[in-house]
């Protein structure tokens, strides 16, 4: 597609529950990226998927977030027994290998833990 | 570790120019980067930086010093649609971006 689609763009849930979140990066992308943010704050790295490459998982929080790339394409990310500490916009971007022209971002997804 | 700062807020006339500073420490450095934020919205690129010097694209300009660890952004003939957030980034060692906080420009007639 011509842009970054994530969905859904708003996700409420209980505390405890577990959701995914959807990440179609931009066709011929080789890298893709999951940063949350929460309100007021920055942009906080989550995990890096580069091509075939073991990604990158050293800002997921806890190991109840998880993600996969399929393909190299779709990405989901996974946050298991969700607490209202995950409550974020969770942003998905993807780059071209070299990334010289900055990364693309979705419009998010918006978590709420209720 | 990665370390990144700039001020939190700015306010600005319409038509006027305002500089946004943001100063880093980092493990690594391949480049910094400048996004803009709209409330809401997902931040978009404005520019990017790799060498020492001045980089102009339109009415907005960014400067980097390496040797300084400090960056610039530069808008000039300021409109309203600029108020927004804007985001300093810097891509360090592993191919990913770190980013400030931000700082939110206000402008104003």
């Known amino acids: 597609g011509a842009g970054v689609s994530q969905s859904p763009s708003n996700k409420v849930t209980e505390k405890g529950k577990d959701v995914e979140l959807r990440c179609d990066p931009i066709?011929?992308?080789?890298?893709l990226y999951w940063y949350r943010q929460s309100l007021g704050q920055g942009l906080e790295f989550l995990i890096y998927?580069?091509?075939?490459?073991?990604?990158?998982k050293s800002g997921l929080p806890s190991d109840r977030f998880s993600a996969e790339r399929t393909g190299g394409s779709v990405s989901t990310l996974t946050i298991q027994r969700t607490q209202q500490e995950d409550s974020a916009v969770y942003l998905c971007?993807?780059?071209?290998?070299?990334?010289?022209?900055?990364?693309?971002f979705g419009s998010g997804t918006r978590l709420t833990v209720v | 570790g990665q370390n990144i700062d700039q001020p939190t807020e700015m306010t600005a006339t319409e038509g006027a120019i305002v500089q946004i500073n943001c100063t880093y420490q980092?493990?690594?450095?391949?480049?910094l980067f400048w996004y803009q934020q709209h409330a809401g919205e997902a931040p978009t690129f404005l520019s990017y930086?790799?060498?020492?010097g001045l980089e102009e694209k339109g009415r907005f300009s960014s400067f980097l010093s390496r040797s300084k660890g400090y960056s610039y952004l530069l808008l000039k003939e300021l409109q309203m649609k600029d108020s927004a957030s804007y985001l300093c980034?810097?891509?360090?060692?592993?191919?990913?971006?770190?980013f400030g906080t931000g700082t939110q420009l206000k402008v104003e007639l």
């Open positions: 971007a993807s780059s071209t290998q070299a990334g010289t022209e900055g990364y693309t």
């Open positions: 066709s011929g992308h080789t890298a």
């Open positions: 998927f580069q091509g075939n490459s073991a990604p990158d």
């Open positions: 980092t493990s690594g450095f391949n480049g």
């Open positions: 930086n790799v060498l020492d």
């Open positions: 980034a810097v891509e360090g060692g592993g191919n990913k971006l770190t």
